[in-house]
């Protein structure tokens, strides 16, 4: 038996894809419209498709999820080659609201429940997420641009409290990145 895994078609890595992308938008924004059918829908493809891609809505919410922390990580990787060092910590931090944002929506909307799967999905990622803001901290702080004494699980921890300690209304993105904001212009090097 062969044990390898083919490629998926073009057509089935498209689908896949867009059903990601309407699942953030959709699921993201929650609300009574918000349901697995009305993703498939945006996505352009039948209810079927949606669930022989992600047979359970647990799966499409880690597929969504790791899409954005990916999405985050190759920030990172940009940011790293560009401008000042603090200004891409600040950058990478405002998208880390983004990411929020779109985790809150989901969780509502699809009503998930942590498995032993999904919390191994979100220590790897999480584990991730540090080490790329760790290599934008190590450099803001080369440059003398940031203290030396915040490590990047003290900024991902600030940022999540900042994001979860308001009641989500149409103003809680901007007010935590005000906040943020605030926060990071504190963390520059005298």
């Known amino acids: ?8 078609r073009s057509d089935a890595q498209r689908n896949r894809n867009r059903l990601i992308e309407a699942a953030k938008e959709v699921l993201g924004q929650g609300g009574p419209g918000a349901s697995l059918e009305a993703v498939a829908r945006s996505a352009g493809v039948g209810i079927g498709t949606l669930y022989r891609h992600f047979p359970t809505r647990e799966a499409l919410f ?5 899409h954005e922390v990916e999405q985050l990580i190759n920030l990172a990787s940009e940011l790293e080659q560009t401008g000042d060092g603090a200004d891409a910590v600040r950058a990478w931090l405002h998208a880390v609201v983004g990411l929020v944002a779109t985790k809150r929506g989901l ?12 919390k191994a999905l979100f220590a790897e990622l999480s584990a991730r ?8 901290l190590a450099r803001a702080v ?5 203290r030396g004494d ?3 699980e003290d900024l991902l921890s600030a940022v999540y409290a900042l994001c979860y300690g308001r009641a989500p209304d149409p103003e809680w993105e901007a007010q935590v990145l005000r906040l943020l904001d605030i926060f990071v212009d504190g963390l520059h090097a005298r």
């Open 142 to 146: 080369a440059e003398g641009a940031m």
């Open 150 to 152: 915040v490590t990047a």
């Open 107 to 118: 969780l509502g909307a699809l009503a998930v429940v942590a498995t032993d799967d999904s």
């Open 62 to 66: 880690q597929a969504v999820y790791r």
């Open 129 to 136: 997420m540090k080490a790329a803001l760790g290599q934008l």
């Open 1 to 8: 038996m062969n044990s390898t895994r083919r490629k998926p």
